[in-house]
């Protein structure tokens, strides 16, 4: 890690200078990807440029370092636009500093600097592609770059402690310590400003207090505001894998073991659990799903990794941006072998019989369940509500209740398009199994058909799918429309007002099936009957929020044993009891 006052940046080109100050050569730092990507190099930690123009020491920009930038106009014809202004700002205050230099390489900075005029440039050794992208120099015939000789790095310590920084006690530290005015900007954050935003950051005389200013209201020493946005900057770095993208919540984690190989152990499994697509190999495919499938069973975390500790110590932070700040969601410290039986408390309160899913669903693919559903289209996750990404995934680890707003949102969806899926009918058992292993509702969810079950709703869920399946025995498949797509609506909210008309639609489905197969017809009413004997005289004339997840759940039970039992019933004449 880099000291205090550098933080490692993308860098595109080197700039090689000679010892009179003339570019002689411009050198590449790209990866070598198919579309190569700049590499990171430590400088000293760049200016917040929240306003005004404020250069770089020993790096920068194009349009600071050589005055040029990519035309503003797209359909301009010119190669480059002059930016005179970052230009002069940035030489002026490099010969300030470097009016006494000494050392060589700093030397030929400056006559670089005296000597470089945008509007006159050497086009010939200049690329296109280099312009906007940020450069650092190197003498030429030398390794290091400049910014790394000694000379530059005693210049810089210098100028972190030019600012007239009030002392006082550190928040972090305890110390009384120089505190920072303006902390460094985070970067890499889904959704914020790619200049960066802040976490502490006053910037209006309403958010401020005892007539301090900007940090002091929050005091942070200069330390440690560069130790942890340093850390944080390079934990959001996608190549490191060690954030998860979900809405509009930036997931960061690490994990802190005796050695470096069990952290990354940890990291990886916590990775491939909640976002497995980085795995590409089909034989880590295979090996990924079997540790998902151990996990979702419940099985013990020596089981799944025999060698990682379950007492592995696991650091997750849930980030949000909000304007040009970021919002914690949430801030997790606990013990891998905990997260475990957070994740397989999870699985279990979504599991239902028949099970939902061939393989446990991601939490990407739960959210997924929240956007609507469009024939023949992937859902999208900006049709997911943003919020809730966070708040479930909060859910998930800490074993806290699900959010509600989760369970009125599936509602919504049932109600609005109709499309009553395996995945979307488990996110309501799970929000509603959780609230009773909270105690916070009395009554336990079934995992699958419970025919002693006499909550109405329940019940009014079962004899819709009877009902359904009634009639599509009656009319066949191909009917337009079926009883789902016109009545689940407003029978699973409410019933009283649809209830009479669906059961006197069913008489004539059933008479048509009589005719044809009077067994199954005998049976069908029979499983009518059965239900209707342990529902009230009155059918309820409302639903709450809760009971319609209830009706939902008695519809995918009773359907799912429908579709398990149609093939034998229809494939045998069933006679009524007693017939032969």
Not at 184 to 198: D, Y
Request: net charge neutral.
């Amino acid at each position: 890690m880099h000291g205090f006052g550098f933080s490692e940046e993308k860098i595109s080109y080197i700039l090689v200078l000679s010892k009179e100050g003339d570019l002689v050569d411009i050198v590449p730092n790209l990866t070598a990807d198919k579309k190569p990507q700049p590499k990171f190099i430590s400088v000293p930690r760049p200016e917040k440029r929240t306003s005004g123009i404020k250069p770089n020491f020993l790096w920068d920009k194009t349009a600071y370092v050589l005055g040029m930038a990519t035309p503003k106009d797209k359909k301009s014809d010119a190669l480059f636009e002059l930016s005179l202004a970052t230009f002069e700002v940035f030489k002026k205050y490099h010969l300030d500093v470097l009016n006494n230099a000494v050392d060589p390489a700093l030397k030929a900075l400056s006559l670089f600097l005296q000597n470089w005029n945008p509007e006159n440039a050497d086009l010939t050794i200049l690329k296109p592609e280099m312009l906007d992208t940020n450069v650092v120099f190197q003498l030429d015939g030398e390794r290091q770059y400049i910014h790394e000789s000694q000379e530059a790095k005693t210049l810089w310590a210098l100028l972190l402690k030019s600012d007239d920084a009030q002392e006082t006690i550190c928040l972090i530290t305890g110390k009384q310590l120089p505190i920072s005015r303006l902390h460094p900007s985070i970067k890499g954050v889904s959704g914020g400003q790619s200049s960066g935003v802040s976490i502490v950051s006053f910037n209006k005389e309403s958010f401020e207090s005892y007539g301090k200013e900007q940090g002091m209201n929050a005091p942070v020493s200069e330390q440690a505001a560069f130790a942890y946005t340093t850390a944080l900057n390079y934990l959001l770095r996608r190549e490191n894998k060690q954030t998860i993208i979900l809405g509009d919540t930036t997931l960061v984690f690490w994990a802190q073991a005796d050695d470096s190989k069990h952290a990354q152990q940890a990291e990886s499994l916590f990775m491939n659990f909640f976002n497995p697509t980085y795995v590409s190999d089909e034989s880590e495919t295979a090996q990924l799903y079997a540790e998902i499938e151990k996990l979702a069973k419940g099985r013990p975390l020596s089981e799944i990794a025999p060698d990682l500790d379950p007492k592995t110590q696991f650091f997750i932070l849930g980030l949000a941006p909000n304007a040009a700040r970021l919002s914690i969601r949430f801030w997790l410290q606990t013990e891998f072998g905990h997260i475990q039986q957070r994740l397989a408390e999870h699985f279990q309160d979504l599991a239902l019989d028949p099970l939902p899913w061939k393989t446990p669903p991601s939490t990407w693919s739960l959210l997924m369940q929240l956007a609507p559903h469009r024939e023949g289209q992937k859902p999208k996750m900006e049709d997911v509500p943003s919020h809730l990404a966070g708040e479930l995934m909060r859910s998930i680890l800490t074993g806290q209740r699900y959010p509600r707003a989760i369970l009125a949102q599936v509602l919504a969806r049932f109600r609005a398009d109709g499309h009553i899926s395996d995945l979307r009918v488990a996110l309501v058992k799970a929000v509603l199994q959780r609230e009773f292993r909270k105690q916070l509702t009395k009554e336990e969810i079934p995992m699958s058909l419970d025919e002693s079950n006499t909550n109405p709703a329940y019940l009014l869920g079962r004899l819709f799918a009877v009902l359904e399946n009634i009639q599509r025995i009656a009319l066949g498949d191909k009917v337009n429309a079926t009883i789902a797509d016109k009545y689940y609506a407003s029978a699973s909210t409410v019933p009283y007002s649809v209830y009479p008309r669906l059961l006197a639609g069913s008489k004539h489905h059933l008479s048509k099936v009589r005719k044809e197969k009077p067994g199954l017809a005998f049976n069908l009413e029979k499983e009518m009957g059965q239900i209707m004997g342990l529902l009230p005289s009155e059918f309820p004339r409302h639903f709450s929020i809760e009971n319609q997840g209830r009706f939902s759940i008695g519809y995918y039970h009773q359907k799912n044993t429908r579709f398990s039992n149609t093939a034998k019933d229809e494939s045998t004449e069933l006679t009524p009891e007693g017939e032969e």
